[in-house]
């Protein structure tokens, strides 16, 4: 999917998004990106065309069976926007004003 997104802008996060639900609905599992540290899924996503062991092994160890839960969706995209060098906000600040986590 990587390869095959036409647009420079979003690549990695539609690509992330797309592979979420694939996983949601073929494995009923869910990936938990911020176990996967930035350099290592941007190092195996570069060479994931040519040799798929290493997306899958950092993958495999971040897979998750809380497909419901509202904080692993929020550190999920934090984590997401953060490969992308997108870290100015996170989606845990949002309820910072007084505010509970229950917001979410």
């Known amino acids: ?3 095959a997104h036409p647009f420079r802008e979003g690549n990695g996060r539609s690509g992330r998004i797309w592979l979420d639900h694939m996983f949601r609905r073929e494995l009923g599992r869910t990936v938990d ?3 996967i ?4 899924y941007l190092l195996a996503m570069e060479r994931s065309p040519v040799r798929d062991l290493e997306i899958k092994a950092l993958l495999g160890r971040a897979l998750s069976d809380d497909l419901h839960s509202v904080a692993l969706l929020a550190r ?3 984590a997401s926007y ?3 060098g997108y870290d100015a906000y996170r989606a845990e600040d949002l309820g910072s004003n007084g505010a ?3 917001a979410w």
């Open 100 to 102: 509970s986590g229950a």
């Open 82 to 84: 953060a490969y992308e």
């Open 1 to 3: 999917m990587n390869i």
């Open 76 to 78: 999920s995209v934090d």
């Open 33 to 35: 990106w911020s176990r």
């Open 37 to 40: 540290g930035r350099e290592d």
